[in-house]
Structures are given as structure tokens and as C-alpha cells.
């Protein structure tokens, strides 16, 4: 068990670029979360995949984001047209559950910057 | 919508001092409450969660959090910080499959 691994751990890109995000979670864990994270405040909740079902989209993924998990194992998060507020961390977490909530296991995310 | 408000955003103690950060939830069901900290670059990691039972929660390094009910709070606590404690808190809350998170509190614990 390596955790959760997320790639890049940096990305800098030109406004309007689009940009792409992987996360490898826990290999056991079936399920999936995205979040951002900017400054001064607390994670908060994109998107989550159940295997590969995407399950819940929050109104913060606008229709330029958009996430995916083929066969249910890692995921992208991609950004279309890249914008200065899309700035952030951008943190996968993962978790498994067998009849009860176990709470997260997070990635070190990937810091986005768009200038 | 469920909310979850941390009191203090900026907390400086010296070694050995009690900590105590305070959280607060609003939601009327069943709740599961998380303590996560974040180390100066490193991820976030779980220090503890209640789900159910002794609303008295032990977590690692010393960490407990009280859940009242009554007060919808879940207060982080330590009886005696190390300046290896400094590091980020958040408080979080679930909301269906989601976690709701406050802003955190920034703690730095001085020599």
C-alpha cells in the first residue's frame, strides 16, 4: 500500500490550456473523490466515483471540468479552458467501505497554476 | 446545506500549553465528524472521527475531540502541545458521500 498518488505534484499552464490530472488511489479502495483546496480555506468537494460510476457532481464542477475513471481504478480530473480562478490544489482522496464510513486517504494533490 | 465553522483561524501557543479548537456543525441527522490535519508539505491525515458510542474520541498523538450533541460541536483537544504539532486542523463533516470541511486553524506552537 503506497497511498494515494496523484501526478503531477505541479502544473503551471497559460489561461485558456486545458490541463489534465491523474490519481492512483489505494488499490483496494472502490471509492473515489475528488476536491480543491485554495488558500485560507478548507477542502471542498467536487466529485466522487463509485468504481467507475461518477455518483455526485457538486455545483463547483462547472461544465469545463470533467473527471473520469475507466475500469474503476484511477482517474483523471480534466480542465478545458483554463482560467486565473482555477488556481488551486487539487486533492484526490479514496476510501472503502463495507457497510460502514472509514473516512478518506488523501493524496499530496497537484497545485495548479494559471497564469 | 450542512456547514462546518472553525472558530479560530490563527492559534499560537507555547510548548506544553493545553490546545482546544473549536468546531462547530449544522445538521439536523445523523452526523460522522473528522479531525484531519496537514503538516507543513505533507497531505492531509486523519487524526480522528467519531461515527457512534463513548462521544469521547481518542485519536493519534495525543489528539481527542469531544462530540456534544446538544452543542453540535466536535472540539479538537491536546493537553500538552510539542512544536511538532504545528500544522494545519480541519474539522469536517459528512454530507452524503461528500465531506464538508471548515476553513481549518492555522496552529503554530513556539519553543
Known amino acids: 500500500d503506497t497511498g494515494v498518488s496523484q501526478n503531477p505534484r505541479h502544473k503551471i499552464t497559460k489561461r485558456g490550456q486545458n490541463v489534465t490530472f491523474r490519481c492512483d488511489p489505494i488499490s483496494e479502495h472502490n471509492r473515489l473523490y475528488w476536491y480543491r483546496q485554495t488558500l485560507g480555506q478548507g477542502p471542498e468537494f467536487l466529485t466522487y466515483?463509485?468504481?467507475?460510476?461518477?455518483?455526485?457532481k457538486s455545483r463547483l464542477l462547472s461544465d469545463r471540468f470533467s473527471a473520469e475513471r475507466p475500469k474503476g481504478s484511477f482517474s483523471t480530473l480534466e480542465i478545458q479552458r483554463t482560467e486565473q480562478g482555477d488556481s488551486a490544489m487539487y486533492l484526490c482522496a479514496s476510501s472503502i467501505t463495507t457497510g460502514g464510513y472509514y473516512g478518506y486517504t488523501f493524496g499530496s494533490g497537484t497545485r495548479l497554476t494559471v497564469v | 446545506a450542512q456547514s462546518v465553522s472553525q472558530h479560530n483561524h490563527h492559534v499560537i501557543l507555547s510548548e506544553a500549553a493545553s490546545l482546544e479548537l473549536g468546531c462547530n456543525y449544522s445538521y439536523g441527522g445523523t452526523v460522522n465528524l473528522f479531525w484531519y490535519v496537514q503538516y507543513p508539505g505533507q497531505h492531509l491525515q486523519l487524526l480522528l472521527k467519531?461515527?457512534?458510542?463513548?462521544?469521547l474520541v481518542k485519536g493519534i498523538k495525543g489528539f481527542e475531540a469531544e462530540f456534544i450533541k446538544s452543542k453540535f460541536s466536535f472540539n479538537l483537544r491536546k493537553p500538552s502541545v510539542q512544536w511538532s504539532d504545528t500544522a494545519e486542523y480541519f474539522c469536517a463533516v459528512n454530507s452524503g458521500y461528500a465531506l464538508n470541511f471548515g476553513k481549518g486553524t492555522s496552529l503554530l506552537v513556539t519553543p
Open positions: 466515483f463509485q468504481n467507475e460510476a461518477q455518483l455526485e
Open positions: 467519531y461515527f457512534s458510542g463513548d462521544p
